[in-house]
C-alpha cells in the first residue's frame, strides 16, 4: 500500500508503535475470528447429525459424513432453485451489461444534445429504494402477464442494474483515448464496427468491475422473488431456502447443509477473486 | 415507445405461458401442495365418471395464495374452480364478484351441511352462498400417549388435574407443554386452544349478542390461567421458541403435549411414524364444566363466475359436495369433512369429530377478521405481551374491546 | 426523449439509447411515479376505487390502529438507523483504521471482514435464527456450557433483546462494507499531509479527527447515505428472523414489514389494502429522499469547508 503511510508512521517511536501496533493487531484478529466463527459453524454443523450439533456446536465432525448434503441432493428441489438462480442471474446480467454498455457508450463516445440529461435520467435510478414501488410493479407484471414468471425478476433486475452500470461504464468509457476510433473511422469502418471491434475489447475492465457490483444482489435478492414468484419450480436460491427451511425445521443438520451449499457459490467465487469482488461492491461509494 | 414496450412483452409473456385452453378444461386452484397426490386421484375419480371434462389441479404458497388468486381474478386469468378461504378472506374474494353465488339448486348437498360450515362460506350481508366448505379444524391439546402412560397420567377433567399432570411431567423431566409463542399467531392458538373452556358457552352467546365485551372476568380470567401454565409448564424460554421448534419438540418425544389444530396430528405423525397420540379439549375450572373445543371452517370451493366452464365447474363442485368424495377426503387426508353422512376409520379423528359437538367457534378467525385492526392480530401481540410480563389480562380485555370498536359496531359506544 | 436528427448516426445513437432507457422508464419511473398515484385512490383488493385525495395518508398518520403501528415502526427504524451508525460504520472506520496500518496479516483481515458481505441476508437470517434458537442454539448452548446460564436468554423471544438481536445479525452481516470503503478512502490521503501533520502534533485522536476522518469524509457522506437508505428499508433480515408481524408484539417491527403486510396482507390478517400500502410507502420515500438528500448536502458541505 501507500509509501507514504509508511514513512509517516516510521518516524514515530518504536515502542508507542508496537504498543498502538499491538493494540490494532488485537482488533483486527478478534474481529476476524467474529466474522469466520458463524461460518466456521455454519459449515461444520453442515457435516454433524442433529444430536452431535446440539452437543458440541464446536466440535470439528468428520468430513466425510455427507449424509445431509445427500439428503438435500435426493429429496428437495434444491437443485432447481440453484439452476433457477444461474439462470435469472445470468440473464439479467448478460442483459444488463448490454444495455448498460449501449448506453454508457453512447453518452461517453457521442456528443448530442441531451446526453446529459439522459444521464441524469439513469443517475435518478440509482438510490431509488425500488421496493417501494413494489406495488406498482406488482400491477405492472400482472398486466404484463408475467408475475410467476422469471422474465418478471429478470427485467425488474435488469432495470435496477442499469444505472449503476451506465455510471461505471460511462465513466470508464470516456477516458478511453479517441486515435484508434478517429482512425477506424477515416478508414471507412461503420460506427457498429468501431464499437464491436475496436472499443468494446478496451471496457472488459470496466464490464468485471460493473458485473460484479450487480451480480452479488441479484444473486442473493429475496424481496422481488417473495412477491412475483409462487410456483416452486420457478424459486430462486434464497426464496427456496426459505420453503426448505420450512420444511426440514427438524433436522439442523440438513439445515445448515442448506445454508452452506447456498452459500457455497458465491463465497468461492469471492475467496478467488476477492480483489475484484471489493473492488466491484464498493465501487459505487468509493470515488 | 413504453406501451409499445408493455405489447411486447405481454405478448412474450403471453407466449410462455399460455395453455391451449379446451372446451372442457377445468382448472382447479389449491394452497394445499402438500395433498396434491390425494387431489389427483379425487380427479381421477371425477373424469372416470364424468367423460369429457378434465381438471387440472394447480398449487400455490399457502401464505400467499389470497394474493395470488385475487391477483389472477381481477386480471381475469384466475382458475375455473378454485379453494377459497372462509370468513374474512371468503368476503375478500367474493364482494368484488369474482365467484359465482351458490344455491341448493345449483348444489343440492349443501343442504345438508350443517350451519356454521354453510355461513363460513357465505356473505354475512345477504346470506349467499359461494364455496361448498371442506373441512373443519378443531383446535385442542394433542398429547403423547405413551409419555402420559409412563407417567400414570390420564386426560384431564379438571383444570386443576391439568396443573397437576403438567407438574407430574415436569418432575419427570419431560417438557410438559411443547408450544413455543415467538410465531405470532400461535399465540391464538395457545389462547384458545387452552382457554375456550374457560371462557365458556355463555360468554360467547353474550359476546355475540352484545352484551358482553372483551373486559368480561370469564374473558380475562381465562387468560390469566393460559398464562400461569404458559410460564410454569412451556419449555424454558418458550416466547423465544417458534413454531416449527415448537412441533419438532412435541413430535421428537421430548414433551408431553402440544396445543393446536388438529391439522397437527398429521404432521406428527409425519415427523414420527412411531408417535401415539391423543386428543383432549382442556377442561374448564371444574370438572362440571362443559369442555368446549375452538372449531373453525378452513375454506370451501368456490366456482369462477367468469370462468368459461360454468356448467362443468358446478358439475364438478356437486362431486365435491357429495359423500362420496367427502369420505374419500376423510380418509385419504386424515381430515374432518364437513360432509355431513362421512364416517371416519381413523380412531383418532373419529374422536375429534366426536369432541366437535361440544365446541365454540374458534373466536377470532370466526367473527374478528373483518376488519382492521383484526381481532387474531390484537390477540396475537397482546398474548406476547403477557407472556413477557408486560401486561395484564384486565388490559388485554381493554385493548381488545377498544381496538376492535374501530369497525366492530357492538363495541362502539 | 431529446430531439434528435435522425440520420445515420442519429439513428445509431438513438438505437443505443433507447432500450436500456426504456427498461429504466419502465421497471423504475414509471412504477415509482404510479405509487404516488396509487396512494390517492381508495382500493378493493387489486382494483382502483375512487379517487379519495390524502384519505389515505391521513389515515396512516392519524387514525388508530394505523398511526400507533406506524410510529411504532418508524421509531425502531430510526433506533436500527444509529445503532448501525454506531455498530457498523464506527466499528468500520476503527477496522479501516487497523487494516490501514498494513501489519502482517492485513490481507487475510480485509479478505475475512468482507466475507459475511457476500453472503444472501437470507443465509444470514437463519444462520443466526439457529444460533439464537432459546433451546438448542449455540449462543445459549455455550453461555450454558461455560457456566453462564443465568444470561442464556430467549433472544427473539424478549421485547428488549428481538430487536438488538436482528441489529447484531445485520452489523455482522455489512460491517465490511464501510470498513473497505473506508479503508479506499485513508489509503488515498496523500503521503505528505499525513507528514505535516507529524510535524504538529503527537497525538492520535488530533491526527484522526483532524486528517484522516475530513479527508475520508467524501466516502462517509456515501456511506452514511447508504446505511440511512438501508435501515429505512429495512425488509429481509426481520422479515425471517422475526416474522411478518415483526414478533415478538410488534417490538421488531419496521416501516418494511409493516408496508408490506398492509399492502399484502398477512396470516392472520385477510386485508389487503393497495391505498394504504401506496400512502406508506410514499411517505417512506418522501422521507428518505428529503434526509438523505439533506445528509448529502450537510457533509458535503463538511468536506469542502475542510
Given at each position: 500500500m501507500s509509501a507514504a503511510g509508511t514513512t509517516y508512521y516510521d518516524r514515530r517511536g518504536l515502542l508507542g508503535t508496537l504498543g498502538r501496533d499491538g493494540l490494532l493487531q488485537i482488533i483486527l484478529i478478534a474481529n476476524t475470528i467474529l466474522m469466520l466463527a458463524p461460518i466456521v459453524i455454519m459449515v461444520f454443523s453442515a457435516f454433524k447429525t442433529t444430536p452431535q450439533i446440539f452437543q458440541s456446536p464446536f466440535g470439528i465432525p468428520d468430513f466425510g459424513q455427507v449424509a445431509n448434503f445427500a439428503k438435500i441432493w435426493t429429496e428437495t428441489n434444491f437443485l432447481r432453485y440453484l439452476l433457477n438462480s444461474f439462470f435469472v442471474t445470468g440473464a439479467s446480467m448478460v442483459l444488463i451489461l448490454t444495455l448498460g454498455t449501449m448506453a454508457a457508450y453512447a453518452i461517453g463516445r457521442y456528443q448530442f444534445s441531451g446526453a446529459s440529461f439522459i444521464l441524469m435520467f439513469f443517475l435518478a435510478g440509482l438510490t431509488l429504494p425500488l421496493k417501494l414501488a413494489i406495488i406498482p410493479l406488482f400491477m405492472l407484471m400482472r398486466d404484463?402477464?408475467?408475475?410467476?414468471?422469471?422474465?418478471?425478476?429478470?427485467?425488474?433486475?435488469?432495470?435496477?442494474?442499469?444505472?449503476?452500470?451506465?455510471f461505471i461504464m460511462t465513466g470508464f468509457i470516456r477516458t478511453l483515448p479517441s486515435e484508434l476510433e478517429d482512425a477506424a473511422r477515416m478508414d471507412g469502418a461503420s460506427e457498429a464496427r468501431i464499437m464491436w471491434s475496436i472499443m468494446l475489447p478496451l471496457v472488459r475492465p470496466a464490464m468485471v468491475i460493473a458485473g460484479i457490483q450487480n451480480v452479488v444482489p441479484i444473486w442473493n435478492d429475496f424481496f422481488f422473488p417473495l412477491v412475483f414468484i409462487q410456483n416452486d419450480d420457478l424459486k430462486t436460491l434464497p426464496q427456496g431456502l426459505t420453503t426448505f427451511m420450512g420444511e426440514y425445521t427438524t433436522d439442523w443438520g440438513v439445515l445448515f447443509s442448506g445454508l452452506t451449499l447456498s452459500a457455497a457459490p458465491i463465497v468461492i467465487l469471492y475467496i478467488v477473486l476477492s480483489r475484484q469482488f471489493i473492488a466491484g461492491m464498493t465501487s459505487g461509494a468509493v470515488k | 415507445?413504453?406501451?409499445?414496450?408493455?405489447?411486447?412483452?405481454?405478448a412474450l409473456g403471453a407466449v410462455l405461458i399460455a395453455a391451449p385452453a379446451l372446451a372442457q378444461d377445468l382448472t382447479f386452484w389449491s394452497w394445499r401442495q402438500e395433498d396434491r397426490a390425494a387431489y389427483e386421484q379425487f380427479i381421477d375419480t371425477f373424469e372416470a365418471a364424468n367423460p369429457g371434462i378434465t381438471v387440472?389441479?394447480?398449487?400455490?404458497?399457502?401464505?400467499?395464495?389470497?394474493?395470488?388468486?385475487?391477483?389472477?381474478?381481477?386480471?381475469?386469468?384466475?382458475?375455473?374452480?378454485?379453494?377459497?378461504?372462509?370468513?374474512?378472506?371468503?368476503?375478500?374474494?367474493?364482494?368484488?364478484?369474482?365467484?359465482?353465488?351458490?344455491?341448493?339448486?345449483?348444489?343440492?348437498?349443501?343442504?345438508?351441511?350443517?350451519?356454521?360450515?354453510?355461513?363460513?362460506?357465505?356473505?354475512?350481508?345477504?346470506?349467499?352462498?359461494?364455496?361448498?366448505?371442506?373441512?373443519?379444524?378443531?383446535?385442542?391439546?394433542?398429547?403423547?400417549?405413551?409419555?402420559?402412560?409412563?407417567?400414570?397420567?390420564?386426560?384431564?377433567?379438571?383444570?386443576?388435574?391439568?396443573?397437576?399432570?403438567?407438574?407430574?411431567?415436569?418432575?419427570?423431566g419431560v417438557i410438559p407443554f411443547a408450544n413455543g409463542t415467538a410465531t405470532a399467531w400461535q399465540n391464538e392458538t395457545v389462547t384458545f386452544g387452552l382457554g375456550s373452556s374457560l371462557m365458556g358457552k355463555a360468554f360467547y352467546d353474550e359476546l355475540m349478542a352484545g352484551t358482553a365485551d372483551f373486559t368480561d372476568a370469564r374473558f380475562t380470567d381465562a387468560l390469566a390461567a393460559v398464562n400461569e401454565v404458559a410460564q410454569d409448564y412451556f419449555p424454558d424460554g418458550f416466547i423465544g421458541l417458534d413454531y416449527p421448534s415448537a412441533q419438532q419438540l412435541f413430535s421428537s418425544g421430548m414433551a408431553g403435549m402440544f396445543i393446536g389444530g388438529s391439522y397437527e396430528m398429521a404432521t406428527f405423525k409425519a415427523q414420527n411414524p412411531d408417535i401415539e397420540l391423543g386428543v383432549f379439549a382442556a377442561p374448564g375450572k371444574t370438572a362440571e364444566d362443559a369442555k368446549l373445543v375452538g372449531l373453525y371452517f378452513d375454506g370451501g370451493y368456490a366456482a369462477n363466475a367468469a370462468g368459461a366452464n360454468k356448467e362443468a365447474s358446478i358439475k364438478f363442485l356437486n362431486y365435491l359436495a357429495s359423500k362420496e368424495f367427502g369420505q374419500a377426503f376423510a380418509n385419504t387426508l386424515s381430515n374432518i369433512s364437513t360432509i355431513p353422512g362421512v364416517s371416519f376409520d381413523n380412531p383418532l379423528l373419529a374422536e375429534v369429530n366426536e369432541l366437535n359437538k361440544s365446541s365454540i367457534p374458534y373466536l377470532m378467525l370466526a367473527h374478528f377478521r373483518y376488519g382492521e385492526p383484526s381481532g387474531?392480530?390484537?390477540?396475537?401481540?397482546?398474548?406476547?405481551?403477557?407472556?413477557?410480563?408486560?401486561?395484564?389480562?384486565?388490559?388485554?380485555?381493554?385493548?381488545?374491546?377498544?381496538?376492535?370498536?374501530?369497525?366492530?359496531?357492538?363495541?362502539?359506544? | 426523449?431529446?430531439?434528435?436528427?435522425?440520420?445515420?448516426?442519429?439513428?445509431?445513437?438513438?438505437?443505443?439509447?433507447?432500450?436500456?432507457?426504456?427498461?429504466?422508464?419502465?421497471?423504475?419511473?414509471?412504477?415509482?411515479?404510479?405509487?404516488?398515484?396509487?396512494?390517492?385512490?381508495?382500493?378493493?383488493?387489486?382494483?382502483?376505487?375512487?379517487?379519495?385525495?390524502?384519505?389515505?395518508?391521513?389515515?396512516?398518520?392519524?387514525?388508530?390502529?394505523?398511526?400507533?403501528?406506524?410510529?411504532?415502526?418508524?421509531?425502531?427504524?430510526?433506533?436500527?438507523?444509529?445503532?448501525?451508525?454506531?455498530?457498523?460504520?464506527?466499528?468500520?472506520?476503527?477496522?479501516?483504521?487497523?487494516?490501514?496500518?498494513?501489519?502482517?496479516?492485513?490481507?487475510?483481515?480485509?479478505i475475512a471482514v468482507f466475507l459475511p458481505v457476500v453472503l444472501s441476508t437470507i443465509i444470514v437470517a437463519y444462520l443466526f435464527k439457529l444460533f439464537l434458537h432459546p433451546l438448542f442454539g449455540v449462543v445459549n448452548v455455550s453461555l450454558k456450557g461455560i457456566g453462564l446460564g443465568w444470561l442464556a436468554q430467549p433472544w427473539l423471544g424478549q421485547s428488549d433483546t428481538a430487536l438488538w438481536s436482528l441489529i447484531a445479525a445485520q452489523s455482522w452481516h455489512m460491517v465490511g462494507f464501510p470498513t473497505l470503503v473506508f479503508l479506499a478512502g485513508m489509503q488515498r490521503i496523500p503521503g505528505?499531509?499525513?507528514?505535516?501533520?507529524?510535524?504538529?502534533?503527537?497525538?492520535?485522536?488530533?491526527?484522526?479527527?483532524?486528517?484522516?476522518?475530513?479527508?475520508?469524509?467524501?466516502?462517509?457522506?456515501?456511506?452514511?447515505?447508504?446505511?440511512?437508505?438501508?435501515?429505512?428499508?429495512?425488509?429481509?433480515?426481520?422479515?425471517?428472523?422475526?416474522?411478518?408481524?415483526?414478533?415478538?408484539?410488534?417490538?421488531?417491527?419496521?416501516?418494511?414489514?409493516?408496508?408490506?403486510?398492509?399492502?399484502?396482507?398477512?396470516?392472520?390478517?385477510?386485508?389487503?389494502?393497495?391505498?394504504?400500502?401506496?400512502?406508506?410507502?410514499?411517505?417512506?420515500?418522501?422521507?428518505?429522499?428529503?434526509?438523505?438528500?439533506?445528509?448529502?448536502?450537510?457533509?458535503?458541505?463538511?468536506?469542502?469547508?475542510?
Open positions: 404484463l402477464s408475467i408475475l410467476n414468471n422469471q422474465l418478471s425478476l429478470i427485467f425488474v433486475y435488469t432495470a435496477m442494474g442499469l444505472p449503476t452500470t451506465v | 415507445m413504453k406501451t409499445n414496450l408493455i405489447r411486447i412483452g405481454a387440472k389441479f394447480e398449487t400455490f404458497e399457502a401464505a400467499n395464495y389470497n394474493t395470488i388468486l385475487s391477483t389472477a381474478l381481477a386480471g381475469g386469468v384466475g382458475p375455473d374452480v378454485m379453494m377459497v378461504r372462509a370468513y374474512g378472506g371468503l368476503e375478500n374474494v367474493a364482494s368484488a364478484g369474482y365467484l359465482e353465488p351458490l344455491t341448493t339448486e345449483s348444489v343440492p348437498a349443501l343442504a345438508e351441511f350443517a350451519a356454521p360450515a354453510v355461513a363460513a362460506e357465505s356473505m354475512r350481508s345477504d346470506g349467499t352462498i359461494y364455496a361448498v366448505p371442506f373441512a373443519s379444524q378443531t383446535q385442542l391439546v394433542i398429547y403423547n400417549k405413551a409419555i402420559f402412560d409412563a407417567n400414570g397420567l390420564a386426560e384431564p377433567q379438571s383444570w386443576d388435574e391439568l396443573v397437576t399432570a403438567s407438574q407430574t411431567l415436569k418432575d419427570a387474531s392480530v390484537l390477540i396475537q401481540s397482546e398474548m406476547q405481551k403477557l407472556f413477557a410480563g408486560e401486561t395484564t389480562p384486565e388490559a388485554i380485555g381493554e385493548a381488545l374491546t377498544t381496538g376492535l370498536a374501530a369497525w366492530y359496531a357492538p363495541f362502539q359506544k | 426523449m431529446p430531439h434528435l436528427r435522425m440520420t445515420g448516426r442519429g439513428l445509431w445513437i438513438t438505437a443505443l439509447i433507447v432500450p436500456p432507457l426504456a427498461f429504466v422508464a419502465v421497471f423504475i419511473v414509471y412504477p415509482i411515479f404510479s405509487a404516488f398515484a396509487y396512494a390517492f385512490f381508495d382500493w378493493q383488493g387489486l382494483r382502483r376505487g375512487e379517487f379519495v385525495g390524502f384519505d389515505n395518508f391521513f389515515t396512516v398518520l392519524f387514525v388508530e390502529p394505523y398511526r400507533s403501528w406506524t410510529i411504532n415502526a418508524f421509531s425502531h427504524n430510526i433506533v436500527v438507523f444509529f445503532a448501525l451508525m454506531v455498530l457498523q460504520n464506527g466499528l468500520g472506520f476503527i477496522l479501516a483504521y487497523a487494516l490501514w496500518r498494513e501489519l502482517p496479516g492485513a490481507r487475510f483481515h480485509r505528505e499531509i499525513l507528514d505535516a501533520v507529524r510535524m504538529e502534533t503527537e497525538s492520535e485522536w488530533v491526527k484522526i479527527s483532524k486528517v484522516v476522518w475530513p479527508l475520508v469524509a467524501p466516502s462517509a457522506t456515501i456511506v452514511f447515505t447508504l446505511l440511512f437508505v438501508g435501515a429505512f428499508n429495512w425488509f429481509e433480515l426481520p422479515y425471517i428472523m422475526a416474522g411478518l408481524d415483526g414478533s415478538p408484539f410488534g417490538s421488531t417491527d419496521v416501516l418494511g414489514l409493516y408496508f408490506y403486510r398492509t399492502a399484502f396482507g398477512n396470516v392472520s390478517s385477510g386485508q389487503q389494502d393497495f391505498g394504504l400500502g401506496s400512502a406508506l410507502a410514499v411517505l417512506i420515500f418522501v422521507f428518505i429522499a428529503v434526509i438523505a438528500g439533506i445528509i448529502t448536502v450537510r457533509l458535503r458541505a463538511r468536506e469542502i469547508q475542510l
